[in-house]
């Protein structure tokens, strides 16, 4: 297949293919429709053939080249499902549509300081763990990384301090930048303003940008419900101090930190049976 689009990729020997797909034609009358040298035109038939999308045979003093439908319908094929699995609903791809009309809608919005402010975000969620079990996910870093970034990210540094004045501390990479060669992704700093165990959870962070200062202040609050199944998890998210820099993080609030809270739900999900509560006295 490489060798395939290495020798379609060149537009003189696609303008050989193409007149090859209306008939068989000779090396000279080749050179002649496509206006060029025969020399050049024999070496460009000969990269195609051995890349198995013509085939020739010698008539008396010329050689005559036949396309092959094969290759080219098992590339199509394949172009297809590459197609097909981009447009596929739901998906990363879904997900990154849905940001870049979110992203262009904040940034046409963010025109002065401040103009984000009082913008809140309110999230659900059911689990299947105790409260004190979730609590646990929401506070130990072991635990908390394994949920609080996107499938697409990773997280690189962490520190959460479950107490009032506690640092919180939040470096994510792309999930594929395996040894952090790749731009760091995101960071965010920030303190925890409230921790009762297994009940409430508040904290502010502030992602930084490149320069060190920060993009705006978020301001999140988790409550904790016993159910019959489980914990409703109720969290609400509110903006202020925004940037006009501000603009490219909060148009991923919604998407992004839903997506964290729905790994968050899976993570609990598959959990294993030998997780126990811990005291939360």
């Not at 447009?87 to 300081?113: C, K, N, Y």
């Not at 999230?123 to 646990?136: E, G, I």
């Not at 990210?153 to 952090?180: C, I, M």
């Not at 731009?183 to 009940?199: M, Q």
């Amino acid at each position: 297949m490489d060798a395939l689009l290495t020798a379609l990729a060149d537009p003189a020997r696609w303008r050989l293919v193409k007149l090859l797909a209306e008939r068989p034609r000779s090396v000279g009358v080749l050179a002649q429709l496509a206006g060029a040298r025969q020399p050049q035109t024999t070496k460009h038939l000969q990269t195609l053939e051995r890349a198995g999308v013509v085939i020739s045979r010698r008539t008396g003093q010329r050689r005559v080249y036949a396309l092959e439908a094969g290759p080219l319908r098992e590339l199509a094929a394949a172009l297809n499902q590459l197609a097909d699995s981009a447009d596929q609903g739901g998906g990363s791809r879904e997900a990154f549509d849905r940001h870049r009309i979110s992203l262009d809608a904040e940034r046409l919005a963010a025109e002065t300081a401040g103009w984000a402010d009082g913008r809140s975000f309110q999230f659900l969620r059911s689990l299947t763990a105790q409260p004190a079990v979730v609590w646990r996910y929401l506070t130990e870093t072991d635990l908390l990384a394994r949920w609080w970034a996107p499938d697409d990210l990773r997280v690189s540094e962490l520190v959460f301090e479950a107490r009032p004045g506690g640092r919180v501390v939040l470096e994510y990479r792309d999930a594929e930048d395996v040894d952090g060669s790749d731009l760091v992704a995101g960071r965010s700093e920030g303190v925890v303003t409230d921790a009762r165990p297994g009940e409430h959870l508040a904290y502010r962070n502030s992602p930084v940008l490149p320069d060190g200062s920060t993009a705006f202040t978020a301001h999140l609050e988790f409550d904790l419900q016993l159910t019959e199944a489980g914990t409703d998890l109720a969290v609400h998210f509110r903006v202020t101090d925004s940037t006009v820099d501000s603009a490219d993080f909060i148009a991923g609030i919604e998407l992004g930190f839903g997506q964290s809270l729905d790994k968050l739900a899976a993570t609990l999900a598959a959990a294993s049976n030998d997780i126990t509560p811990r005291s939360t006295k």
